[in-house]
């Protein structure tokens, strides 16, 4: 492991192979297969996972229709419901220091980053979720019925849950992503089968354990580790689910609609981003913290990663210094080193994803004004990295590159700017700098993407619903917007 301050309790969780859990036990893998996850900062191997393929999906699969259609799940009134749900934020808070350890440790990310923005926000988000269990409400409708006239109708709709849900989430944030599924998807009722990146498992095997012991029933949560061609490709697939809700690359996004047509199963994707992040002359001097948070925050390894950063051709120069002086003191290092501000990319083909965009825009003629280049010899670190000097059509501008690498450029007007900001496929996030509150909302208007701050970066929230424009994604995470995505409205007429 990285440090010698690991909880015991860590350790003694990573110690024995890693069980998957099913119908409320923790079970081998059919096929009997492990695999290692690795410290990121070191690339051992820091625990050995129980590796799910098809059979053991359809296992999950199954236990969760029963939990849906005859266990106790569905007979539990909304408040039980609830209660069940806040009970499982308050296990996270009280497991806040061991979650971020395990987190820091699988996924390479600084312990005091999770401990402080990834555990609270993910109990937080259990306990919003958990007050809308009781919240769940249809509508009365006075029909007409024109080709009934004098018929006397009642009608009002029901909102019911989904049924069994497929839940297939990333590595960058993986604690913070399950809580981001599993709240909306219990708070409506519905049974899951959770598939953790193969990556970065064991946040949320630890979170499967402490949702055994807030008491939720057997079956009703699921969690299979495993690779995405087999594990994930079944679950997408599956006939038994009725819904899919995946988050990570736009190109395995189209891999799971194309997956998910057999049964015309319903779909929630949040994909990738390329988001603009503009600062205008008149913006204060704590836009350039802020432009080097929206891109080095979790190493880049953001879907919303301001990577594309538009600076008014009069602060050109000064905005880009300061976020390159930024990037040259970050202390780069292991995730539970105390004095680690940045740690490493999550895994050997991230580093080799990374560096690769990096050798790909010197070679299109980019100009690296700090970083561009792998840190270290050990481990998977990659220097915080500024370019300049790119073209619109070069990878680096066009591509996601999901690692510490911006791309700035000057512009010169409204017009131009809000042009460029669209330029892209996708349309996740976006970031707006300046003093002219009318200028800004302006502008917020024209961008096409899911989420726009002004004047900050990287703020989210439980209530705030959160998803993409274009090929990034469908549907919304968060907020009362991601219930309908986990609920079927249901229609009933009673002639009176």
């Not at 050995?48 to 059979?55: C, I, L, P």
């Not at 909304?78 to 749900?85: A, D, T």
């Not at 997956?259 to 205008?280: C, H, Q, R």
């Not at 726009?452 to 959160?466: E, K, T």
Request: glycine residues 10%; proline residues 5%; aromatic residues 8%.
């Amino acid at each position: 492991m990285s440090t010698a301050t690991v909880d015991d309790r860590v350790t003694a969780f990573v110690t024995d192979p890693l069980r998957m859990f099913i119908d409320g036990q923790w079970v081998e893998a059919a096929s009997g297969k492990t695999f290692a996850t690795p410290d990121p900062a070191t690339g051992e191997t820091l625990a050995q996972v129980a590796e799910g393929d098809a059979t053991d999906i359809d296992r999950a699969v199954d236990a969760a229709r029963r939990a849906f259609e005859e266990g106790p799940w569905s007979r539990l009134t909304p408040s039980e419901r609830g209660r069940l749900i806040w009970r499982i934020g308050d296990l996270v808070l009280q497991h806040a220091d061991e979650l971020a350890q395990l987190e820091s440790l699988d996924n390479g990310k600084p312990y005091a980053v999770a401990r402080a923005a990834d555990v609270p926000l993910a109990a937080d988000l259990f306990h919003y979720m958990a007050g809308w269990a009781t919240k769940i409400e249809g509508n009365t409708i006075d029909i007409s019925v024109p080709f009934m006239p004098g018929a006397n109708f009642h009608s009002y709709t029901l909102r019911e849950p989904v049924g069994v849900v497929g839940q297939i989430i990333p590595w960058n944030f993986p604690l913070l992503m399950a809580a981001w599924k599993l709240g909306p998807a219990l708070a409506t009722g519905n049974c899951v089968v959770l598939k953790p990146a193969e990556q970065t498992p064991l946040s949320a095997l630890r979170l499967a354990e402490l949702i055994a012991e807030a008491g939720v029933p057997e079956g009703v949560v699921n969690v299979v580790p495993g690779y995405g061609e087999t594990a994930g490709a079944r679950l997408a697939a599956h006939p038994g689910v009725d819904k899919v809700a995946f988050t990570g690359s736009t190109e395995v996004g189209r891999l799971i609609v194309q997956a998910a047509a057999g049964n015309l199963k319903k779909l929630t994707l949040e994909l990738g981003g390329k988001s603009p992040n503009i600062v205008f002359e008149d913006a204060e001097p704590g836009a350039i913290a802020g432009a080097a948070n929206a891109i080095f925050f979790n190493h880049g390894q953001c879907c919303v990663a301001g990577s594309r950063l538009f600076v008014h051709q009069s602060r050109f120069d000064e905005v880009v210094e300061g976020v390159a002086e930024i990037a040259r003191s970050i202390k780069l290092g292991p995730g539970m080193d105390a004095d680690t501000q940045m740690g490493p990319l999550v895994s050997d083909e991230q580093l080799r994803r990374v560096t690769g965009y990096l050798e790909s825009g010197r070679a299109d003629g980019a100009t690296t004004v700090v970083g561009g280049g792998r840190h270290g010899d050990r481990g998977y670190f990659v220097e915080p990295t500024v370019l300049t000097g790119a073209g619109a059509d070069m990878r680096i501008v066009r591509e996601e590159i999901f690692g510490p690498v911006v791309v700035a450029a000057p512009f010169q007007d409204l017009d131009e700017i809000a042009a460029a900001a669209n330029a892209t496929e996708y349309g996740l996030g976006a970031g707006i700098w300046t003093k002219d509150i009318s200028k800004a909302h302006a502008l917020a208007k024209k961008i096409r993407a899911g989420t726009v701050w002004i004047n900050c970066y990287n703020v989210f929230d439980a209530a705030l619903p959160f998803g993409g424009y274009k090929q990034s994604g469908w549907g919304r995470e968060m907020g009362h917007e991601a219930l309908n995505a986990y609920t079927e409205v249901k229609a009933v007429t009673t002639q009176l």
